[in-house]
């Protein structure tokens, strides 16, 4: 019913920059958050940034200053700018859309993307 294409990952230096983009796609009437998040040194996933469909945000404490999440609710996209990158940054950032009413389907569900790998270099 909803696929969630993810792009913007890839190979950058520390101190450099990457922006990722999701785009949702479907019969979507709408979505009430989304976000990103990466595996981290469990293998658990755990929040990067999150962004409600009003703007309001939630980031990580480790990506605070660095990252910015945004959205274009009118194309159901969100997107993660990650400057001043760090080795520790290194990981495969999932796509997340939370809440998401799908026309003519009764009961809200929530998505993932398939992820994509970010590698910063020291």
């Known amino acids: 019913q909803v696929q969630l294409v993810e792009s913007g990952g890839g190979l950058v230096q520390a101190g450099g920059s990457l922006r990722l983009s999701c785009a949702a796609s479907g019969r979507i009437f709408s979505i009430a958050f989304m976000g990103w998040y990466r595996r981290g040194p469990g293998k658990q996933r755990e929040l990067v940034a999150a962004i409600s469909s009003d703007g309001s945000t939630d980031y990580a404490d480790s990506v605070k200053g660095r990252f910015t999440i945004s959205r274009d609710n009118a194309k159901n996209t969100v997107y993660l700018q990650m400057n001043s990158l760090k080795p520790e940054d290194t990981d495969v950032y999932y796509c997340?859309?939370?809440?998401?009413?799908?026309?003519?389907?009764?009961?809200?569900?929530?998505?993932w993307g398939q992820g994509t790998q970010v590698t910063v270099s020291s």
């Open positions: 997340n859309a939370k809440d998401v009413r799908v026309v003519g389907f009764p009961v809200n569900l929530a998505y």
